[in-house]
């Protein structure tokens, strides 16, 4: 049983959905660990993890949508206002989404499904270099 | 230490909870792992995972209740309506909960609590086939 | 490679965020483990587990203003009102949040972003003891 570990850095330039797939399967698969387990964890409050579908960008373009209409920027409700109007908003976006994703790995690949792909959700509109820890355990 | 991974196929025929806590305890337990750490892993986007009480079948229904309200069906403000007006809103439902789970094995049983069970939250109102993958590793 | 096992229970009296981030990497801290993945899991179906900024205060009493607002107590939507008005609500609120946590452990401390802090996420307006599970795997 072997452990790995890595860090990458994702430039972000306002609030979207970004493809981290192919960094994050490109490692796992370059660590020689057949059978495991790969856990990636975001070290931050206002970006996010999440896996959802990765064909069609439209479901990115809706996610943000829903999410905005839920969570309104400058909602009067809010008094942590400190980096303005999102700086709240990206906080109960983080908790709502995902801190941490935990990823299967078989056959030397990260097991993730047809249509799954793995995003860093940028909760901030302005810009920004979010770290996110990658860890790998197997043989 | 050893790892054991195994693959659980769940049909699903419309909208709701599955209860997959009998399966997948029962795997953990043939195991023959200690201690160790179980984890469950959908390969979908449109299906996620939950853990939730499991003694009283109104919390299932009632947590449909919210979650319908919260991202109603054929939503005006989705444009990704490929597969009908439960697609987005499914992609949304399973952002909001988990793609995987942890559970830790102890004594060489999953520690769920007492009022514990795992849920498979298939969000399309077709019937499916949903994989989900195990994985444990421990001693 | 090894793995660690310990239980802490935490005492609540209402809803609100407990923070437990000195209990957790404290632990992970004695351990002796240098390099490896901590995993924490709560058992129970009314409280969660949350990683958030624990930096401004504010940012917690936000939080529990829109998940009051989003998930609010006596909603007539919920027939399960067993145990009060806060009872249904309080499932809701931990299917949103999560019920487990990973955070990996480099140079023998819980890799914990600046402005990150662990919180147990009391959803009932009664007091409680809450127990969470806590899992160490590395070397």
């Known amino acids: 049983m072997q452990q790995k570990t890595h860090q990458i850095t994702v430039p972000t330039h306002g609030r979207k959905l970004y493809d981290i797939t192919a ?18 964890y975001i070290q931050h409050t206002s970006a996010s993890l999440l896996i959802n579908e990765n064909y069609d960008h439209d479901v990115l373009v809706d996610m ?18 400190v980096e303005g109007p999102d700086d709240m908003p990206a906080h109960v976006r983080t908790a709502l989404t995902q801190t941490h994703l ?13 249509w799954q792909g793995v995003f ?20």
């Open 64 to 81: 943000e949508a829903f999410f905005n209409r839920l969570v309104p920027d400058g909602d009067p409700l809010f008094i942590h206002t």
């Open 102 to 114: 935990s990823i299967p790995l078989l056959d030397g690949q990260a097991a993730l499904g047809q």
């Open 23 to 40: 960094e994050v399967t490109g490692w796992a698969k370059s660590s020689g660990i057949k059978t495991g387990m790969m856990t990636l």
């Open 120 to 139: 860093l959700y940028e909760h901030r509109h302005i810009a920004g270099k979010r770290r996110v820890l990658l860890h790998l355990i197997g043989e």
